[in-house]
């Protein structure tokens, strides 16, 4: 297996702010946040996740059938962040947990070659953004060469990248973070029958947002107090 250098800088990107230009930015090798998989990007609302399953004719199930992605009422439901907040200040002050509506948290979209995209999505202050994409799908008797060479053709030359005789791997990591997978990452993985990409905002971006909903329960609790009796 042999390493290839890599020769464009990396960025980092924030997925807590919404950008409604994300569907027509370039994407500039190297720089993480331009990155894209079959047109999904990193911080896009499901509105957008939606627009672009419909541009690439891919569905969702209902339960029983394949239908076209509704973010209002497909795939897995979760607190957005003002019931998250409110669920943490509930805890504090040892109330019932409360309930209101859900948000899309991840989704399975299923495209016509028989290709899977896993798509999850933080529920940020400006709503649901997209924080990681999985593509899964068959080889289609491609070689570790001609997967490295499409990879290099789109993306650049990656700073981590393998090429054995019946599989591939190549990584992009974000500077300015401790580990590879604290900050956003993209890798493209395949052997002689699947290939694997993903591109996701990293751990950090989850734990900031936890942290962010701990905070304004805390603050949402100490504006509800009572005062104490003995």
């Known amino acids: 297996m042999a390493d290839l250098p890599a020769d464009h800088p990396q960025a980092g990107l924030a997925t807590t702010a919404a ?14 946040r331009t990155y894209d998989v079959s047109g999904f990007r990193l ?33 897995t439901r979760g607190a957005d962040f003002k019931l998250s907040v409110a669920r943490s200040a509930a805890l504090r002050l ?17 495209g016509q070659g028989g290709e899977k995209y896993y798509v999850d999505f933080l529920p940020t202050e400006a709503g649901p953004q ?35 005789n019946n599989d591939m791997f190549a990584k992009w990591c974000s500077r300015g973070f401790p580990s590879c997978d604290d900050g956003p990452w993209f890798m493209v993985k395949t ?20 942290r962010r909903i ?5 603050a949402a609790a100490a504006a509800a107090a009572t ?4």
């Open 130 to 164: 997209l924080s990681t994409v999985m593509l899964i799908t068959s080889s289609k008797g491609n070689t570790p060469k001609s997967f490295l060479d499409a990879v290099v053709a789109k993306y650049g030359k990656p700073p981590q990248a393998q090429i054995g």
């Open 191 to 210: 052997d002689d029958h699947e290939e694997r990409v993903k591109l996701t905002g990293g751990d950090r971006a989850r734990i900031d947002l936890d």
């Open 19 to 32: 950008d409604p230009g994300l569907a027509s930015r370039p994407l500039v090798r190297g720089d993480l």
């Open 43 to 75: 911080g896009m609302s499901p509105v957008e996740v939606q627009q672009v399953a419909a541009a690439e004719h891919l569905m969702a199930s209902d339960g029983s059938h394949m239908v076209p992605f509704d973010p209002d009422r497909l795939g």
């Open 214 to 218: 701990d905070a304004a329960g805390a």
């Open 227 to 230: 005062k104490p009796k003995f």
């Open 94 to 110: 040892g109330r019932p947990r409360p309930n209101g509506p859900t948000v899309v948290s991840e989704v399975l979209l299923y």
